[in-house]
């Protein structure tokens, strides 16, 4: 399935203007931690070839889910809420259901730049890649890549 294609600015102007309306609600951690992860988004978008800068901002958006929920169930107040809090509350929670999606598409771009697979399966069992080098308990014979046409079966050719 192929995702539509959306800009990393994009991204970064939704959850801007999310996350400051969520700061009406709430104070302190959230908006440091969802504004630190907004920075390394802009920093995503000024190096557009870094791998480093948008596998950052990938790997703050996932954990700023985590923050986000952590810090809504905290410090939510069921009542006491002000219209102007509600509305502020349902803008970090918004900001909050929107962020999967934003990983989706912001892992879709870390690809695009070169960045390989980030869960590798091989790291439960035995790696199935192929190098040069050979394990000591490799059951294959080594191959001589030296060998010249002794190795080969070859007779040597006499002068």
Same mark, same amino acid.
């Given at each position: 399935?192929?995702? *539509? @294609? %959306?800009?990393?600015?994009? =991204?970064?102007? %939704?959850?801007?203007? &999310?996350? @400051?309306?969520?700061?009406?609600?709430?104070?302190?951690?959230? *908006?440091?931690?969802? $504004? @630190? =992860?907004?920075?390394?988004?802009v920093w995503a978008v000024?190096?557009?070839?870094?791998?480093?800068?948008?596998?950052?901002?990938?790997?703050?958006?996932? +954990?700023?889910? $985590?923050?986000?929920? %952590?810090?809504?169930?905290?410090?939510?107040? #069921?009542?006491?809420?002000?219209?102007?809090? #509600?509305?502020?509350?349902?803008?970090?929670?918004?900001? &909050?259901?929107?962020?999967?999606?934003?990983?989706?598409? %912001?892992?879709?771009?870390?690809?695009? #730049? !070169?960045?390989?697979?980030?869960?590798?399966?091989?790291?439960?069992?035995?790696?199935?890649?192929?190098?040069?080098?050979?394990?000591?308990?490799?059951?294959?014979?080594?191959?001589? *890549? $030296?060998?010249?046409?002794?190795? #080969? !079966?070859? +007779? *040597?050719? !006499?002068?």
């Open positions: 399935m192929e995702l *539509p @294609t %959306v800009n990393l600015k994009t =991204i970064l102007l %939704v959850h801007w203007l &999310l996350t @400051t309306w969520g700061c009406i609600a709430f104070e302190g951690p959230y *908006p440091w931690a969802n $504004f @630190t =992860i907004l920075a390394l988004g000024a190096q557009r070839d870094s791998i480093d800068a948008i596998s950052l901002f990938l790997g703050g958006l996932a +954990a700023t889910i $985590f923050l986000d929920i %952590v810090h809504i169930s905290i410090f939510y107040q #069921r009542t006491g809420f002000s219209d102007t809090e #509600r509305f502020g509350a349902g803008m970090a929670i918004l900001s &909050l259901l929107l962020k999967p999606l934003s990983c989706c598409f %912001v892992y879709h771009m870390y690809r695009e #730049r !070169g960045g390989e697979l980030l869960l590798h399966i091989g790291f439960l069992g035995p790696s199935q890649e192929r190098s040069d080098y050979q394990t000591i308990d490799s059951p294959e014979a080594p191959t001589d *890549p $030296f060998g010249g046409s002794e190795s #080969r !079966g070859h +007779a *040597p050719q !006499g002068y």
